[in-house]
């Protein structure tokens, strides 16, 4: 038969040449067995080895980035980007600041990229970057040197026609300045090379809101396909960063309440709804904890510990804050308590064992690679006004984002339908992304 042996193989292949790097064997694994039936139906992945390259990415760079703290101490981090692939455009992908970051992380985060990119309809090939540079508690100097030496190295490997990265956990808009702001200064140029740059040089108006807008957009799809609609109904979003915040701003416009939001200390209840101006004053002005909300707010509970968050009672969670956040006893939790829709604003945040329970409880799943790939379109349409020098209105670029939200929800409906398991978007997703890479990648010979 086709394709028998050719995933396991693969997968031995990676698992062996990848050790010690969990996060990454475990997103390689759910796209391989999501690909099965295309497999079978296109032998010609397998004469031309799609599979065994696609793993591999095209080139890892791995870099010292030295600086100094306000006193003068001298601290040594870690950088690295992985270029994964550039079958449909540039390497595109965020970058992000995390003491957990090492290279197995940025090997997911790059890998699902591909297929996240792929499924936006853009011209953007798949990357990722970071350090495992911590920025909280640092000065703004502090943050600014960090990226300058960042970029000292990393302006090498990147540009607006060969690699744009963009923000991620700990990277928001002051260290996408940062970062491009020296690479003016080292190179001379004016160019799109950062997405997620500043509204007044070069900046796209919903950048900052896309991927919580976006979940919210195809979580919506996803209640429409069940006949139904997020208005009046009770949302958890964990993480209260860029993601979660704006995934709170959309769900409450769609009417819907959001009742529990995070940090990795711990989450706040409110049965009244999270105010969002506290939130958003907390985590971007001040960088608080999230457990000084109920100081202002009296209807409010704090509970330490970021796991509990899934047991607070609601119809569609949106995990946001960081990978296997969510695990198949959370994912019993939320389905004993009438979840119905659950969409990943994160990357890989719920385990293989939660999905599991999601897809089998038929609870409408949308995996991250879907979900959340709201934010990289938006830096795709950042791209385009960028070359053209023009910026586009809110409305329009908003327009431009929900229509690609919907895009998403139906390519990924189709081909879960078309290769044998209709209503898995997590089966779908993987399918409609790869499938566009794959067909680039065979006409493009052996690159
Ligand atoms: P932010 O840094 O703005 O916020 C991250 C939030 O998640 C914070 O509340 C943080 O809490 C919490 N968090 C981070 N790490 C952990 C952890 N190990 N355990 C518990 N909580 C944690 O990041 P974003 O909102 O930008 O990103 C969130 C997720 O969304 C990530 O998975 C990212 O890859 C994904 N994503 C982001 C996109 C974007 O455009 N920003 C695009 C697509 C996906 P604390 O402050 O305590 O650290």
């Known amino acids: 038969m086709a394709g028998a042996g050719y995933i396991e193989k693969v997968l031995e292949t990676v698992k062996k040449r990848n050790q010690a790097q969990p996060e990454f064997i475990q997103a390689v694994t759910e796209v391989m067995e999501s690909l099965r039936p295309v497999i079978k139906k296109h ?45 449909l455009g540039p390497y595109k992908g965020g970058i992000r600041f995390h003491p957990s970051v090492y290279i197995g992380i940025i090997k997911f985060l790059g ?41 000292n190295e990393l302006h090498r490997h ?168 969510l695990d198949g006893k959370a994912a019993e939790t939320l389905v004993k308590n009438g979840c119905v829709a659950v969409a990943e604003g994160a990357n890989m945040p719920c385990t293989p064992e939660a999905a599991e329970v999601f897809i089998k409880n038929k609870v409408s799943f949308g995996p991250g690679k879907a979900a959340n790939a709201g934010g990289v379109a938006t830096s795709g349409l950042e791209m385009a006004q960028n070359s053209q020098r023009l910026p586009w209105s809110f409305e329009e670029t908003d327009n431009k984002l929900k229509q690609i939200m919907v895009n998403i929800h139906t390519v990924s409906s189709q081909a879960a339908e078309e290769y044998g398991t209709p209503g898995n978007l997590v089966n779908g997703a993987n399918i409609a992304g790869f499938l566009k890479v794959a067909r680039a990648m065979l006409a493009q010979g052996l690159v």
């Open 111 to 151: 890998f699902e990229q591909i297929f996240k990119n792929s499924l936006t309809g853009l011209m953007m090939g798949g990357g990722k970057g970071g350090s495992d540079f911590d920025p909280k508690g640092k000065s703004d100097s502090e943050v600014m040197r960090f990226c300058q030496s960042f970029m």
């Open 43 to 87: 032998p010609e992945f397998e004469e031309t080895a799609i599979l065994e390259r696609i793993v591999e990415p095209e080139r890892q760079i791995i870099f010292r980035v030295p600086w100094q703290d306000d006193k003068g101490k001298i601290h040594v981090n870690r950088g690295m980007r992985i270029q994964f692939n550039s079958a």
């Open 158 to 325: 990147i540009g607006a026609d060969t690699d744009v990265p963009a923000g991620d956990i700990g990277v928001g808009g002051r260290e996408v300045a940062y970062m491009f702001g020296q690479w003016k200064k080292l190179t001379r140029l004016f160019s799109g090379v950062l997405t997620g740059k500043g509204l007044d040089f070069g900046g796209s108006l919903v950048r900052t809101e896309a991927t919580g807008y976006g979940a919210v957009y195809f979580c919506e799809e996803m209640m429409k396909a069940r006949k139904d609609s997020l208005e009046g109904k009770t949302v958890v979003a964990s993480g209260s960063g860029n993601v979660a915040i704006y995934t709170h701003q959309k769900a409450t416009q769609l009417g819907a309440k959001v009742v529990a939001m995070s940090d990795s200390n711990g989450f706040i209840y409110d049965k009244d709804g999270i105010n969002l101006d506290t939130i958003k004053r907390l985590k971007e002005v001040d960088r608080k904890r999230i457990k000084e909300y109920i100081k202002e707010h009296k209807s409010a509970k704090y509970t330490e510990g970021c796991a509990g968050i899934w047991n607070v009672k609601c119809d569609a969670a949106f995990p946001s804050a960081t990978q296997n956040e």
